[in-house]
């Protein structure tokens, strides 16, 4: 696309960081936040969200945490993002708090929640 010149929308950059995610790829993921960053591209939640799923699956979950206290919007689906990472990286601590964090702001944790949180 980018040699195409065409610009990619914000779901493409979400679906590409994905990718990234399911294929541990962080080298690209990065360069592809960078290239967000660089063009000053308006960061949308679900890209927000596929960034924090991508470093965390990466093994990099302070970078995950910068990302998601960067979300104004926060959805539950940023939230399941965000203890899933906790989880897969053994902060089991981390994610007691997060789900009180849930619950302080009226977010409504799902089963996603749940399994990827304290399975």
């Known amino acids: ?37 660089r063009q000053r591209i308006a960061i949308e939640t679900p890209a927000q969200n ?11 979950l302070k970078q995950a945490l910068v990302v998601f206290d960067m979300i104004k919007s926060r959805d539950v689906v940023s939230s399941n993002a965000i203890v899933a990472g906790n989880a897969q990286n053994g902060h089991l601590a981390m994610d007691l708090h ?12 799902d089963s996603i929640t749940v399994r990827h949180g304290f399975s």
């Open 50 to 60: 596929s960034l924090v799923t991508m470093y965390s699956k990466c093994g990099y």
């Open 1 to 37: 696309m980018l040699c195409s010149r065409i610009e990619p929308s914000t779901t493409t950059i979400a679906s590409a960081l994905a990718a990234c995610a399911q294929l541990g790829s962080l080298k690209v993921g990065t360069s592809i936040h960078g290239y967000m960053l």
């Open 98 to 109: 997060l789900f009180y964090e849930m619950r302080i702001a009226h977010q409504r944790p």
